[in-house]
């Protein structure tokens, strides 16, 4: 009869560390989705930055490791506002980290703005914003190390992008606008799909400016090869296309394009500029 009092005891012991213990983990799981964690969190980032970075809303997950963010802006110390983002969500997968590797299983960014500019100086605004007041020390991992996680991305997305560029030397401006970008891939050993569009976008420099109607790029790239490579671009008068492989891209390119491009003009034909064999692409189109 001792005995089963004493396992009794037991019993209720572990069973009310075990409530208390769910518990805690329901208080956490609730506040860190509350707007009181949201305000200071973003008030101790804000303190360690010239710029200030708002959010309206956010859900963060610890169960599926997600974390999903709304109507994001980030602004200079003239409270000018630099960045603008209607809504950004992430999804890990944190099984992977067992298998030493950081597994992004989506990544979407919705209606980003962004306005750049470069002073004479060299310095972005944006970086301005995020000088942080004790920089971290620079840590360099050894030569030929390899990295502690595969880092794997297996769709990144962004729609309805804008983005602005202003430079004071040169009197340069770049506007790219209804961009769409859309990409998954291995970062460590340089394997992927990129594709990008852009809707509109002009480009004025010291005087002279062009405007382009669309632009398309689309690359797969396979231990540090891209192939292919599909770039297409146009406005009211001519039509560029540019398509091939490029082989070790990133040490000793060598290059296998072809250049097509067509005038709207009536005393112009059709030229074309071919570098070396022409690939086939047409499962990239």
Same mark, same amino acid.
């Given at each position: 009869?001792?005995?089963?009092?004493?396992?009794?005891?037991?019993?209720?012991?572990?069973?009310?560390?075990?409530?208390?213990?769910?518990?805690?983990?329901?208080?956490?799981?609730?506040?860190?989705?509350?707007?009181?964690?949201?305000?200071?969190?973003?008030?101790?980032?804000?303190?360690?930055?010239?710029?200030?970075?708002?959010?309206?809303?956010?859900?963060?997950?610890?169960?599926?490791?997600?974390?999903?963010?709304?109507?994001? +802006?980030?602004?200079?110390?003239? /409270?000018?506002? #630099?960045?603008?983002?209607? &809504?950004?969500?992430?999804? @890990?997968?944190?099984? *992977?980290?067992?298998?030493?590797?950081?597994?992004?299983?989506?990544?979407?960014?919705?209606?980003?703005?962004?306005?750049?500019?470069?002073?004479?100086?060299?310095?972005?605004?944006?970086?301005?914003?995020?000088?942080?007041?004790?920089?971290?020390?620079?840590?360099?991992?050894?030569?030929?190390?390899?990295?502690?996680?595969?880092?794997?991305?297996?769709?990144?997305?962004?729609?309805?992008?804008?983005?602005?560029?202003?430079?004071?030397?040169?009197?340069?401006?770049?506007?790219?606008?209804?961009?769409?970008?859309?990409?998954?891939?291995?970062?460590?050993?340089?394997?992927?799909?990129?594709?990008?569009?852009?809707?509109?976008?002009?480009?004025?420099?010291?005087?002279?400016? +062009?405007?382009?109607?669309?632009? /398309?790029?689309? #690359?797969?790239?396979?231990? &540090?090869?891209?192939?292919? @490579?599909?770039?297409? *671009?146009?406005?009211?008068?001519?039509?560029?296309?540019?398509?091939?492989?490029?082989?070790?891209?990133?040490?000793?390119?060598?290059?296998?394009?072809?250049?097509?491009?067509?005038?709207?003009?009536?005393?112009?034909?059709?030229?074309?500029?071919?570098?070396?064999?022409?690939?086939?692409?047409?499962?990239?189109?």
């Amino acid at each position: 009869m001792v005995i089963s009092n004493r396992l009794k005891v037991v019993v209720i012991i572990l069973a009310g560390l075990s409530l208390g213990f769910v518990a805690l983990l329901s208080g956490v799981w609730w506040y860190v989705n509350t707007s009181h964690c949201r305000s200071l969190l973003l008030q101790e980032l804000n303190s360690r930055i010239p710029g200030r970075v708002t959010a309206a809303h956010h859900h963060l997950s610890l169960y599926s490791g997600t974390l999903s963010l709304r109507d994001v +802006t980030v602004t200079d110390q003239k /409270d000018d506002d #630099l960045v603008r983002i209607a &809504g950004l969500s992430i999804d @890990l997968s944190p099984t *992977a980290l067992f298998r030493k590797a950081l597994v992004v299983d989506s990544v979407n960014i919705e209606q980003p703005w962004i306005s750049l500019h470069r002073d004479r100086t060299g310095r972005l605004n944006i970086a301005e914003a995020f000088t942080m007041e004790k920089a971290p020390k620079e840590t360099t991992a050894p030569s030929g190390a390899r990295p502690l996680f595969d880092i794997i991305v297996r769709r990144f997305t962004l729609s309805e992008g804008y983005l602005h560029f202003s430079e004071a030397q040169g009197n340069r401006n770049l506007t790219l606008d209804d961009v769409g970008i859309s990409a998954n891939g291995n970062l460590n050993d340089g394997s992927g799909v990129l594709k990008v569009s852009v809707g509109r976008s002009s480009l004025a420099y010291s005087g002279y400016s +062009t405007d382009l109607n669309h632009f /398309d790029l689309a #690359l797969a790239m396979k231990n &540090g090869h891209i192939e292919p @490579l599909v770039i297409k *671009a146009e406005n009211d008068f001519a039509a560029l296309l540019l398509y091939g492989d490029i082989y070790q891209a990133f040490s000793d390119p060598e290059l296998d394009l072809t250049l097509d491009m067509d005038f709207a003009l009536g005393e112009a034909e059709a030229l074309s500029i071919s570098i070396g064999t022409i690939p086939d692409v047409s499962s990239a189109c």
